[in-house]
């Protein structure tokens, strides 16, 4: 089992770790704010009120010992830089920071931060998509032009399956995965035959799959 020290408890950061913590993960909180950690202990064991921007005191409470850091320090951008590079210098293997903006996100992958992520702005699209889209299940983007949709299946796929609907060849989309209830079938069984509150999970060209998504919304396909 991993070990993640989450640096920051901040909305984000207290609710990556709580989430961490009831997956059965052994999580670490720290902030410099005896208030916020104060109220945290009440519902986690494992906090502390540390500067993250003070790498004796990182030292100290065994910072190298975690497997992952996640920096969740946003408005502060020199605190968060620094989290970031202590974290680094000081051997933890996999460093994730938080940013706010672009230019941050640059300066924190080149001092060394692993993975950068924008949870205000991925919470921002996903919801602007599940206003655009009233099929749109869940959302994830992979890179700047592909994403994984889930959707609800097309009604007028209901009866057949993929072979028959000659999908890829169609849309240029791939169905990766079929949910029905509590099971999710991966790969999709293309002689599945589609049953009404199917879930599709398809991954491909992000514009191409949000215009099928508008189509199958506006129940025109």
């Known amino acids: 089992m991993k070990q993640y020290i989450v640096i920051g408890a901040g909305r984000f950061g207290t609710s990556l770790a ?3 913590v009831e997956a059965g993960q052994e999580v670490m909180v720290i902030d410099d704010d005896e208030k916020v950690i104060q109220q945290l202990s009440e519902v986690m064991d494992n906090v502390a009120i540390v500067n993250a921007t003070d790498e004796s005191a990182l030292r100290n409470i065994g910072l190298r010992n975690f497997d992952v850091a996640i920096v969740c320090i946003g408005t502060d951008l020199r605190a968060s ?3 970031t590079l202590l974290a680094k210098d000081l051997g933890v293997p996999y460093v994730i920071s938080k940013a706010t903006d672009k230019l941050q996100a640059d300066v924190l992958r080149k001092i ?3 993975r950068v992520v924008f ?3 991925d919470m921002g699209v996903k919801l602007s998509k599940a206003l655009t ?6 959302y994830m983007q992979l890179d700047d032009t592909h994403s994984i949709f889930e959707l609800t299946v097309p009604s007028s796929w209901v009866g057949s399956n993929l072979k028959e ?4 060849k169609k849309y240029a989309i791939n169905v990766v995965g079929i949910k029905r209830g509590d099971k999710f079938e991966v790969p999709a069984n293309p002689n599945k035959v589609f049953e009404e509150d199917d879930i599709i999970v398809i991954a ?3 514009k191409l799959i949000e215009g099928i998504a508008l189509k199958v919304s506006s129940g025109k396909w």
């Open 112 to 114: 060394g931060a692993d």
């Open 204 to 206: 491909g060209n992000t």
């Open 18 to 20: 709580t989430s961490l």
């Open 119 to 121: 949870p205000e702005h």
């Open 133 to 138: 889209f009233d099929n749109l299940v869940d």
């Open 81 to 83: 830089i620094m989290a």
């Open 165 to 168: 609907l000659s999908v890829r």
